[in-house]
């Protein structure tokens, strides 16, 4: 590990948070701009506008292709930057920009205060047929019924929204309990599951990992834990995974906290990476025993 | 107060969507809630429906009485899914948001006042709405655009000229 990478580990979790502030700031100076006539940079996080360079949504591109059998090309070509993005670092948008996934991260943390006994971890890396069965349900909704049921509950497109309304017309409309009654639910029952199971933002972009997608790798080698509960990676995830294991995806949204923790606990055992490793930890850690498991070739 | 929650209710007609929009059904499919035809219009004219209009919420919509659509056309050349078709500030007679309809029994010119407010401010100037024998106005269906200046100006409270939508 170089020491670029080692410096960037050690900060990661500020960028991050400092990103998902720039975003919330961004969110509200945008329309506020619009009011006073600068329209560089308009719109949401349906669609955005910088200059002449438009940035859609692929959820959103999916649910208008399939409610209205057709698709131009300016729509096609502002739906590339997000997948691309998707395609190079995964679900990078949920972790660093989603204003939603903030307000669930703090949500989370007032819980851990509240309830600190209810350490409810959703599953440690539950199959991912889940994941893509809640993702085929909603778009099955979407087409029988015939409405917009992804813009109706895309939470990011929804704050930045509200917040645009909140600048331009001073009100805010009662769509807000869409995502504060899920804000709830997330503080009484079990935190993040909408990042983790729901959101049809995220499933899209999960649709692009491919092997050479950046991901969070194991190497067992490099870990210098001892216990089996409530180690440094596995208690800061916000999703409740297991990042010892290699099946961590396609819940996991990149934010890096477990590799931020592993390397602020002396470990280093936790990185991104860009390669389809041809040896491949099956799964790192015996649970039982909680010895490294011995590479395995592919 | 009630007289006048009453009356508002009596005179309540849908409100206008904005220049270019597509069919209300295929509409409803199309436009994203993306807000850039609200941040875009220069005029405060759009405005986004609230959760009060059901499924319909975050797409916009025009009052005219509250502020008319002045046909500049930049909401058009915003829209990211083309469902308001993209239209040039010369094209302004192709725009079809509505039909305005003037109320006879309550229009000044048609009661001995002399008033010219919605031939003078019609932006179609002179073919939308004439005055027949220079007194009473009359709206030419097929010129009329429905932008709503004529009811945003009437004088009369309810307005006497109001635009029917074209959108439902």
Redesign the interface.
């Known amino acids: 590990m170089s020491k670029y990478e080692l410096y960037f580990y050690k900060h990661l979790h500020f960028l991050r948070r400092f990103t998902q502030w720039a975003t919330i700031v961004f969110i509200f100076v945008?329309?506020f701009l619009?009011k006073h006539?600068y329209?560089q940079v308009?719109?949401?996080f349906?669609?955005l506008?910088i200059g002449q360079l438009?940035v859609?949504?692929p959820a959103?591109m999916i649910?208008?292709l399939l409610?209205?059998k057709q698709i131009?090309l300016?729509?096609l070509v502002?739906a590339t930057f997000p997948v691309i993005l998707a395609l190079m670092f995964g679900r990078v948008f949920c972790s660093w920009i989603c204003p939603y996934n903030l307000l669930a991260e703090y949500v989370a943390g007032v819980r851990k205060k509240f309830f600190p006994k209810k350490r409810y971890v959703l599953n440690h890396n539950p199959k991912p047929q889940w994941y893509w069965l809640v993702f085929g349900a909603i778009v099955t909704a979407l087409m029988v019924l015939?409405?917009?049921l992804i813009?109706?509950i895309s939470f990011p497109?929804l704050i930045s929204?509200q917040a645009?309304?909140l600048i331009?017309?001073r009100?805010v409309?009662?769509?807000i309990f869409l995502f504060l009654i899920v804000l709830l639910l997330e503080f009484l029952v079990a935190p993040h599951f909408w990042c983790k199971y729901a959101c049809p933002v995220g499933a899209t972009l999960a649709l692009f990992q491919t092997k050479k997608t950046m991901r969070v790798r194991f190497d067992p080698k490099g870990c210098t834990c001892d216990s089996v509960k409530n180690l440094p990676c596995n208690f800061v995830c916000p999703l409740g995974l297991d990042p010892r294991r290699g099946d961590i995806y396609p819940y996991c949204y990149n934010c890096g906290a477990c590799i931020h923790s592993c390397h602020a606990h002396h470990g280093k055992s936790l990185h991104f990476s860009f390669t389809a490793d041809k040896k491949i930890v099956q799964s790192g850690i015996n649970l039982k025993t909680n010895r490294p498991i011995k590479e395995v070739d592919v | 107060m009630i007289l006048e929650f009453l009356q508002k209710l009596a005179n309540y007609h849908y409100p206008l969507r904005p220049p270019g929009a597509i069919p209300e059904e295929k509409f409803l499919n199309q436009c994203i809630r993306c807000r850039k035809c609200e941040e875009a219009c220069p005029y405060d004219s759009i405005v986004m429906a609230h959760g009060n209009r059901g499924l319909k919420v975050g797409t916009p919509f025009i009052y005219a009485r509250r502020e008319p659509c002045y046909l500049c056309m930049k909401c058009t050349e915003v829209c990211p899914t083309g469902a308001l078709q993209l239209l040039r500030r010369d094209e302004k007679e192709k725009v079809k948001m509505g039909l305005a309809k003037i109320n006879t029994d309550s229009c000044l010119a048609y009661n001995g006042i002399i008033c010219r407010a919605c031939y003078e401010r019609c932006p179609i100037y002179r073919e939308a709405i004439t005055l027949e024998k220079e007194i009473y106005p009359v709206v030419h269906a097929e010129h009329c655009v429905g932008c709503g200046i004529c009811e945003n100006v009437c004088p009369n409270d309810p307005a006497s000229i109001i635009v029917i939508s074209a959108h439902g």
């Open positions: 945008v329309p619009n006539g329209h308009t719109g949401t349906y669609s506008s438009d859609l949504d959103l649910q208008t409610l209205t131009s300016s729509m502002a015939g409405i917009p813009t109706l497109g929204s645009a309304d331009l017309n009100v409309g009662v769509e």
